[in-house]
């Protein structure tokens, strides 16, 4: 339980906030000694902040369920969104998921999504709306946060900021945009679930429920976190704490 709690709280933070949940994920696993997941609660952490994506935003998604008016648009460019990381990750998988085992990666990746955010310190805002081409450029960046040690929010919300996307819509759309990949990963891992038996050490249905539940509130107070900093000036200061924790990783986690 232990675990699972420290996880799930890494989770809820790390996902929203621009800091890599993946790289963290790696980094805890190193300094804490706290064992990796496995696929089920790594999936269930993430349906419990796309379970705070859905509550803080559910007026937008109870509109595009309504399908109607620029609903159905909004939603073909959700998903036109998520196909780059999906190709990126079915091409690469096995050179991602090597990745992870490369602490000293995760932690020049980190300084790299530092730069990227401390960059968005002189870029212009905006007031654009989220078009299709900003969807698709928001989606190759999302791709690219494939790789542990680079923040999918950050790289996201880094492309809408160049693209002088408003920073509420900015927000709204990179967090929406990781719903269909988080609720396809999280099927996938449930139809598996259902034809094999545990493997030794995973964690009962029980214990994820409550890394979900746990990832769910941190995560929701996270996200709440990250839009008013977005509206306001402090986004790029994140950018400072990745470079140091990628610069801290580099010198002390082998």
């Known amino acids: 339980m232990f675990e699972v709690t420290v996880l799930s709280v890494l989770q809820g933070i790390a996902e ?7 790289g963290h994920l790696v980094i805890a696993q190193n300094l804490l000694g706290v064992n990796a997941p496995g696929m ?31 609903s159905l648009s909004y939603i073909i460019r959700i998903v036109a969104s998520s196909l780059p990381a999906v190709a990126v990750y079915f091409i690469f ?4 998921e090597a990745l992870f085992e490369n602490s000293r990666m995760v932690g020049a990746l980190l300084m790299f999504t530092g730069a990227i955010l401390l960059g968005t310190k002189y870029m212009p805002r ?38 002088k996307v408003e920073a509420g819509k900015a927000a709204e759309f990179s967090f929406l945009m990781s719903a269909p990949l988080i609720a396809g990963a999280a099927i996938l ?21 409550y890394g ?8 929701y107070a996270s996200l709440a ?4 900093l977005l509206k306001g000036r402090g986004f790029w200061w994140f950018g400072v704490y990745c470079m140091a924790a990628g610069l801290a990783t580099l010198v002390f986690v082998k």
């Not at 929203?16 to 993946?22: D, G, H, R, T, Y």
């Not at 902040?49 to 399908?67: C, H, P, Q």
């Not at 979900?212 to 995560?219: C, F, N, T, Y």
């Open 16 to 22: 929203f906030l621009p800091i890599s949940s993946s």
């Open 40 to 70: 089920r609660l790594d999936v269930f952490l993430h349906l419990g902040t796309l379970l705070a994506i859905v509550v803080y935003y559910w007026r937008t998604v109870a509109r595009l369920l309504a399908l109607r008016g620029e």
């Open 93 to 96: 998988k096995d050179q991602i």
């Open 126 to 163: 905006g007031g654009r709306d989220v078009s299709f081409l900003r969807a698709l450029a928001m989606g190759a960046a999302q791709a690219l946060a494939l790789l542990p040690g680079v923040s999918r929010s950050g790289m996201t919300l880094a492309a809408a900021r160049c693209a």
């Open 189 to 209: 891992e449930l139809v598996k679930a259902a034809d094999e038996v545990a493997a030794a050490g995973e964690p009962g249905w029980g214990v994820v429920a």
């Open 212 to 219: 979900a539940i746990v990832a769910a509130i941190v995560g």
């Open 225 to 228: 976190l990250l839009v008013r």
